[in-house]
């Protein structure tokens, strides 16, 4: 038994070695748990999106949406991905999750525009396993994809491997199909910027956390207007994520920034809001700007 390895092993450190043993057997025991009750999830399908709008920076017209997954476990509890997506990765079934999100948003879509709704271009986050999937391409043909509703957002991480021949073969094939691309938190995945534009992106994502220190301190405003610059001599839209104050807006906006996301304008909501939203174009922003 290897926590009796341990203890021996310790001689006159005794007790520390007890302690730190009993709480290495409490977290793999909390990881257990954690593990069968997300299996049993995907089991019970117990996973499904959010909605954050993403608007026109200057307008303020909803321009496209983001969907987010969500874990609602039986007692009711909704979980954020900060608690199984890593989870998610070692087991190995992340790219489950993402088809599950993919399935509510085409169903969706298709349902807001029998209802006359306008319909918005819906960005999904696509793990790396999934983009690495040489199945890809024919899993997403037999879903029939409208073109220009879906677009996919890529890590920035995702392109460290930019050697894999399958990940390139399969942004083309996405491509073809009239899904965009996006680079998800750009500015922070160290990927070679020269290996991103070479795919040609159609729309760059500031990470948050570059855009969040933005007030009017120099250095952060120099970091987003080169990435907006980036953006604009390769044509390529820039959006910025984690937009939270009227400061924010007003600064991003001066600088160019194409599209605007945050908990300042709109935060991830479910469904039935979204849809009330499209249904009234009036989405109650914290502030006015
Ligand atoms: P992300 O794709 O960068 O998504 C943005 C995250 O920032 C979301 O967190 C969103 O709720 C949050 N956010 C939005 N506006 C603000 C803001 O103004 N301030 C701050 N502080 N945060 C803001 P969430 O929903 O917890 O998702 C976290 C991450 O999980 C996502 O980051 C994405 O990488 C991943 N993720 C979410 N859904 C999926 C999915 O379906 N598949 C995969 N593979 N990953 C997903
Ligand atoms: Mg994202
Ligand atoms: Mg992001
Ligand atoms: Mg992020």
Same mark, same amino acid.
């Given at each position: 038994?290897? !926590?009796?390895?341990?203890? @021996?092993?310790?001689?006159?450190?005794?007790?520390?070695?007890?302690?730190?043993?009993? *709480?290495?057997?409490?977290?793999?025991?909390?990881?257990?748990?954690?593990?069968?009750?997300?299996?049993?999830?995907?089991?019970?399908?117990?996973?499904?999106?959010?909605?954050?709008?993403?608007?026109?920076?200057?307008?303020?017209?909803?321009?496209?949406?983001?969907?987010?997954?969500?874990?609602?476990?039986?007692?009711?509890?909704?979980?954020?991905?900060?608690?199984?997506?890593?989870?998610?990765? @070692?087991?190995?079934?992340?790219?489950?999750? !993402?088809?599950?999100?993919? !399935?509510?948003?085409? $169903?969706?879509?298709?349902?807001?525009?029998?209802?006359?709704? #306008?319909?918005?271009?819906?960005?999904?986050?696509?793990?790396?396993?999934?983009?690495?999937? #040489?199945?890809?391409?024919?899993?997403?043909?037999?879903?029939?994809?409208?073109?220009?509703? /879906?677009?996919?957002?890529?890590?920035?991480?995702?392109?460290?491997?930019?050697?894999?021949?399958?990940? =390139?073969? +399969?942004?083309?094939?996405?491509?073809? %199909?009239?899904?965009?691309?996006?680079?998800?938190?750009?500015?922070?995945?160290?990927?070679? /910027?020269?290996? %991103?534009?070479?795919?040609?992106?159609?729309?760059?994502?500031?990470?948050?956390?570059?855009?969040?220190?933005?007030?009017?301190?120099?250095?952060?405003?120099?970091?987003?207007?080169?990435?907006? @610059?980036?953006?604009? %001599?390769?044509?390529? !839209?820039?959006?910025?994520?984690?937009?939270?104050? =009227?400061?924010?807006?007003?600064?991003? $906006? =001066?600088?160019?920034? +194409?599209?605007?996301?945050?908990?300042?304008?709109? =935060?991830?909501?479910?469904?039935?809001?979204? *849809?009330?939203?499209?249904? $009234?174009?009036?989405?109650?922003?914290?502030?006015? $700007?």
């Amino acid at each position: 038994n290897a !926590d009796m390895a341990l203890y @021996e092993a310790k001689g006159s450190g005794r007790g520390r070695s007890v302690f730190f043993s009993d *709480r290495m057997r409490t977290a793999i025991e909390t990881k257990r748990l954690l593990a069968d009750a997300f299996l049993g999830g995907l089991e019970r399908d117990e996973f499904f999106c959010v909605y954050q709008p993403q608007f026109e920076a200057g307008s303020l017209q909803l321009s496209s949406v983001e969907a987010l997954v969500r874990w609602r476990r039986p007692d009711g509890t909704v979980e954020l991905p900060f608690v199984f997506l890593d989870l998610a990765e @070692e087991l190995g079934v992340v790219d489950r999750l !993402d088809q599950r999100v993919l !399935d509510q948003v085409m $169903t969706d879509q298709a349902h807001w525009l029998t209802l006359g709704l #306008p319909v918005p271009r819906v960005s999904v986050n696509v793990s790396a396993r999934r983009l690495s999937d #040489p199945q890809l391409p024919l899993r997403l043909e037999k879903l029939n994809i409208p073109s220009g509703r /879906i677009a996919f957002e890529l890590l920035e991480t995702v392109f460290l491997d930019t050697q894999n021949p399958v990940i =390139a073969a +399969n942004i083309a094939a996405i491509r073809g %199909m009239g899904i965009e691309i996006e680079i998800d938190d750009f500015g922070t995945g160290h990927a070679s /910027i020269v290996g %991103m534009l070479q795919l040609q992106p159609d729309r760059l994502k500031i990470d948050q956390q570059i855009v969040r220190p933005l007030t009017l301190g120099e250095k952060q405003g120099t970091l987003v207007r080169s990435i907006i @610059e980036i953006g604009r %001599m390769h044509n390529i !839209d820039v959006i910025a994520e984690g937009v939270e104050t =009227a400061d924010h807006v007003r600064l991003l $906006t =001066a600088m160019g920034c +194409n599209y605007l996301q945050g908990y300042g304008l709109a =935060a991830p909501m479910p469904e039935a809001e979204l *849809r009330e939203g499209l249904r $009234t174009g009036s989405w109650n922003m914290p502030f006015e $700007t």
